[in-house]
């Protein structure tokens, strides 16, 4: 841990039971710690202390990569096998995980390319060899189809675990309700007994605040309070950067513009960018080259950065558990940070029309109690806009 991950502690004491559980190896591990709370090194550092590899189940491309460079940057070899990659990485991946002894420690790849024939075929090789150490399913939230992010392909993991039963599985997440962990232990199969470590999602360092858009005034004076926060929250030392997420792509490019126009350095981010700029946005963001980031909620899961010192919703989230996940990449490194939440009737409104679409058009059970769940977050901003009014009068 101190010579390779550079830590002279652990983080907490569960994070410690949690490592020490995984490193025995003798049963399916679930793991539920708040963002920042050090999970990854609950899989990377048994994984690095035994011989064989650890094959990581990751949702996204770009959080595969945001790892990798991690590792590498740690020398620690980790390569991926996705959709991405060319004839010649391809082959180069291949060859070394063929080999009587790879390099590889840590193999990433998407819940799509478990799927595989290929892959299952590398998978039974490494396996026959003793080289499989454990199966670790990263944002395992995405396997319950209560969690905010569900993935259908989550779903086959399932099978694919069952192929390599006595391969110890390790399922992590920053979030999850009883029924998100009934889903996880049920659709991965995990083995009974299993070891549970769930931790408070409770941060100290993390500043919330609701700003009600229907007392500022008019739009110009809500970019103008949204202005003041953002400068404001990078003037506090040490510097950092900040996200501003936003419903539409439309608002995202329109808030980048007006912070731009206004001197700040900032990029807006979603899928109606093309993959490269979209990319190139988000590494910008990352080195630092660029401050602050307007994005669409498909950004940041995963990331790693440590000095986000404030996280802006400038829209209404559409859940409580994707609101705690994306605000939750606020002050990763134990220092001061803030998220603000601006709320208004109109975005009320908005969100409950697509909530009672989503419930009108679907018979399946599946997206009422999705949606079921979003409403519970609305009525909660409901009783905030009661107590405001009572609070102007």
């Excluded at 590498?72 to 060319?86: D, F």
Aim: charged content about 25%.
């Amino acid at each position: 841990m101190k010579e390779i991950f550079k830590h002279e502690n652990f983080r907490s004491e569960l994070q410690k039971d949690a490592i020490l559980a995984i490193m025995k190896g003798n049963s399916d591990v679930f793991v539920s710690m708040p963002t920042g709370a050090g999970k990854s090194l609950c899989y990377q550092l048994p994984t690095m202390a035994k011989s064989g590899i650890g094959l990581v189940i990751s949702p996204l491309i770009a959080l595969i990569n945001d790892q990798l460079a991690g590792l590498n940057k740690l020398g620690i070899p980790a390569l991926t096998i996705n959709s991405k990659l060319n004839a010649a990485e391809r082959k180069r991946v291949m060859l070394d995980l063929k080999n009587v002894s790879p390099t590889t420690k840590f193999l990433y790849i998407t819940p799509e390319q478990a799927a595989t024939p290929t892959f299952l075929d590398i998978t039974k090789s490494l396996h026959k060899r003793n080289l499989l150490l454990y199966i670790i399913v990263d944002e395992a939230h995405c396997v319950s189809q209560w969690g905010h992010d569900f993935r259908p392909d989550y779903l086959k993991l399932g099978n694919f675990r069952k192929i390599f039963g006595n391969v110890p599985c390790i399922a992590l997440t920053a979030t999850a309700t009883q029924n998100v962990v009934n889903d996880i232990i049920s659709n991965l199969s995990l083995k009974r007994p299993i070891a549970i470590f769930k931790s408070s999602c409770f941060r100290s360092n993390l500043f919330y605040e609701v700003k009600y858009k229907d007392l500022l005034g008019s739009p110009k004076d809500e970019v103008k309070d949204l202005l003041e926060f953002v400068r404001k929250c990078l003037n506090v030392k040490p510097h950092g950067c900040g996200i501003i997420y936003c419903r539409t792509r439309d608002k995202c490019d329109e808030l980048a513009e007006r912070l731009t126009l206004e001197g700040f350095n900032v990029k807006a981010y979603h899928a109606g960018l093309k993959n490269d700029v979209r990319n190139s946005v988000q590494q910008d963001w990352l080195d630092g080259k660029v401050p602050i980031i307007t994005a669409t909620i498909s950004f940041g899961m995963g990331v790693d950065k440590p000095d986000v010192r404030f996280v802006i919703h400038w829209d209404l989230p559409k859940s409580m558990a994707g609101y705690y996940q994306e605000s939750g990449r606020a002050g990763r490194d134990g220092l001061k940070s803030y998220c603000r939440l601006y709320y208004s009737i109109k975005d009320k409104n908005t969100l409950a029309y697509l909530i009672q679409s989503e419930m009108n058009a679907s018979k399946n059970k599946v997206y009422f109690f999705l949606s079921f769940y979003s409403l519970n977050f609305l009525i909660l901003f409901h009783c905030f806009e009661v107590l405001n009014k009572v609070d102007n009068k």
